[in-house]
């Protein structure tokens, strides 16, 4: 691997895109909606982190804006989404508690996987 693969294979280049969304689900269309809209992240290979937080790696600001356009072909007809980005060396310092305990860091993947 040479060094402009190491450059570009940066933690400060390579990004996580984290979906936050809260949707109405007072009525039947409205959570059928719901549900299709959480398939459709996770068929996209994203990750639940909560019930309506979704994360994904992407390799790049192209890759993010890619994903960003995608999954607004994709929205429901109502509620609120809100689509955020940061770098690898941003989520590999993101603490976590989980019942009142500190969870030990996720483990950032140590190479892009491909589909």
């Known amino acids: 691997m040479s060094n402009y693969d190491l450059k570009f294979l940066s933690g400060y280049r390579l990004l996580w895109i984290l979906v936050m969304f809260d949707l109405p689900t007072d009525r039947k269309p409205q959570r059928k909606a719901a549900t299709k809209f959480r398939e459709y992240l996770l068929d996209e290979g994203f990750e639940r982190s909560q019930y309506s937080v979704y994360a994904r790696f992407c390799n790049g600001k192209e890759a993010f ?34 019942d009142q305990g500190r969870q030990k860091q996720k483990k950032n993947p140590n190479q892009l996987v491909l589909f």
Request: proline share 3%; net charge positive; charged share 30%.
């Open 65 to 98: 804006d890619t994903r960003v356009r995608r999954i607004e072909k994709n929205l429901p007809g109502y509620g609120d989404v809100q689509i955020l980005q940061f770098t690898d060396k941003q989520y590999e310092n993101i603490i976590r508690f989980y």
